[in-house]
């Protein structure tokens, strides 16, 4: 099987999503440096599972890579991992730190993984949990699936391909992958396999989305009149 090639990505102004109900914050950035982190999370996982929930599993990450995060949106996609959440490129047993080149492509990709619960539960048509745009940098040197020739890694819903070839990437060190979005043509999307590959992260703005019992059909803009129609091949 031929490999990708390494290419440097540098994008100052990528964006992903966080559901705001669970969104991550790390509680230690503000009384510890990022040395003491895995003590101080044993510690409140012996004493306080509802603060363990909260700190995830600092230990998951090499504490080379570790990054004092005030918004939780680059630790958290590491610390909170469960084989009962795969994506496209991993099948739960490591973290992957996804975003996109544009607004447009996160929305997107945040939409689509939505929409698999919604239909997954049954959930009533409504206006579903608000969604946080989080911008922020990347700068990483990933393989490089953008080339037609690895079309077949990239199916739109069975993520199996992917994964066989991710795992033994991440296992051999590598940083991630930078691949077109299946979602919005013209994206672009990176999966980060380290949460030092990102930095800067700042809440941009909060979306609605609207569920009408088969698909998300709306985004409405918080703090505006503006209201997205979501259409979708």
């Known amino acids: 099987m031929k ?7 540098e ?7 966080v559901r705001v109900a669970t969104a991550c914050v790390n509680i230690f950035d503000d009384i510890a440096p990022a040395d003491d982190w895995a003590l101080l999370a044993s510690a409140e996982r012996k004493t306080d599972p509802r603060l363990s929930e909260s700190v995830g599993n600092i230990e998951l990450v090499p504490e080379r890579r570790r990054v004092a995060d005030e918004t939780g949106a680059l630790m958290g996609p590491f610390t909170h991992i469960s084989y009962d959440r795969p994506s496209r490129f991993s099948t739960g047993r490591y973290g992957v730190l996804y975003a996109a080149n544009s607004l447009e492509a996160a929305l997107m990709q945040t939409v689509h993984h939505q929409e698999r619960f919604l239909k997954a539960t049954g959930e009533k048509a409504g206006w579903i949990s608000s969604f946080q745009e989080v911008v922020l940098s990347v700068s990483a040197d990933l393989h490089d699936i953008r080339d037609p020739e690895f ?7 069975n993520y199996a391909g992917a994964q066989g070839v991710a795992e033994p990437l991440h296992a ?7 691949y077109p979005s299946t979602r919005w ?3 672009e999307c990176v ?8 930095a800067n992260p700042v809440h941009g703005r909060l979306y609605d989305l609207h569920w009408n019992g088969n698909a998300i059909d709306y985004a409405r803009e918080h703090g505006t009149d503006i209201v997205l129609r979501i259409d979708q091949d």
């Open 11 to 17: 994008w100052p102004e990528a964006r992903r999503f």
């Open 185 to 187: 043509p013209g994206g």
């Open 172 to 178: 051999a060190g590598s940083d991630g992958m930078v």
């Open 3 to 9: 490999l990708p090639s390494v290419t440097r990505i």
């Open 191 to 198: 999966a980060l396999f380290y949460p030092d590959l990102a």
């Open 151 to 157: 079309v077949a890694w990239l199916h739109r819903d």
